[in-house]
């Protein structure tokens, strides 16, 4: 067999426009063009790869598609000469899974200008673990550093604590020294949130109590929300003054039903939070700083390693709401 015949998971739109996914042999021909080809080590599961994969148009506009956001792997061949056969890198984001074949085969081609040199402090199996979700709770973290949030100025609060960015953020805070006010629908998880690190857990319906009011009382220094819709605007009413509210998902909802009283009576800043896209400089120094001052040695709590061919389980899951933690694709565990 042709060594660079390789196993990728394809999703497939059938002729009554139905979503099937499969795992395939593919040849790297069929690739697209690109300066470097990169042999996958590890990938991750993450929400928009879980959209990706049950055929969502506002993600991946054209089928059959290989999603995965998120690839770690050894250069195998390139004509950029920034980039040597040899090199272990990362690459996340950018058009990678969304309509440029990703990380969940097994053989990647992509720009040189998409790649980041793993850092010397992280394995290619703990860039994984961090992925695109940890990368975001970390770009999260340093928009409170930036705004002077720190510690002494009082708790934070996380919401979707138990989702991927969730528990990564609750690590880093906790390692950190912050309090943190975990916020989760799964009566189920609270033992698994104090574990990592959550000083106090409450339930969407206690975040949502009062939410016709315009302002709440103060109860946190900044919150990091990944949901989005009324548990963003009850954390932002909520929030002290001069306190910073990061944004960075919506698997509640777009909406933000909200009157400006935060930003005008407290001085609320409100920050979006995007990866895909994120400005190469500013991608290095959040992944250094995982790999050196933010560096976690417990990501093994909140991952769990599985190989290609029980994804489909794990998407189906994350679809249902019923993922926690961090879901890493061991992508050599393949025949």
Known sequence: MDERDFSALVVYEDDARNFQRRICRKSVNE????????????????????????????????????????AAGR??????????????VICTGYDLGMNTSGGFGQYIRVPGSW????????????????????????????????????PANGPILVTGATGGVGT??????????YEVTAVTGKDSEHEFLYAMGATTILTRQELLACREKQLLPIRWAGAIDTVGGDLLAAAIKSTGFDGVVTSCGNASSGDLPLTVYPFILRGVHLVGVYSA???????????????????????????????????????????????????VVDMEGVA
């Open 31 to 70: 690739l697209p063009a690109g300066d470097v080809l990169i042999q996958v080590k590890y990938s991750s599961l993450n929400y928009k790869d879980a959209l990706s994969a049950s055929g969502n148009r506002g993600v991946t506009k054209r089928y059959p598609h290989t999603p995965g956001v998120d």
């Open 115 to 150: 790649i980041v040199r793993k850092p010397a402090g992280l394995t290619l199996l703990e860039s994984m673990q961090i992925g695109t979700a940890g990368f975001t709770a970390a770009q999260c973290l340093l928009h409170l550093e930036h705004n002077s949030i720190t």
């Open 277 to 327: 896209n994120c400005p190469m400089t500013k991608r290095v120094l959040v992944w250094e700083k995982l790999a050196r001052e933010w560096k976690l040695n417990e990501l093994s709590r909140i991952c769990r390693l599985i190989q290609l061919n029980q994804l489909d389980e794990e998407i189906q899951a994350m679809l249902a709401g019923r993922s926690k933690g961090r879901c």
């Open 168 to 177: 990564v953020a609750l690590l880093l805070l906790h390692m950190l020294g």
């Open 75 to 88: 250069i195998v061949e390139s004509v950029d000469p920034a980039w040597q056969v040899g090199e272990e």
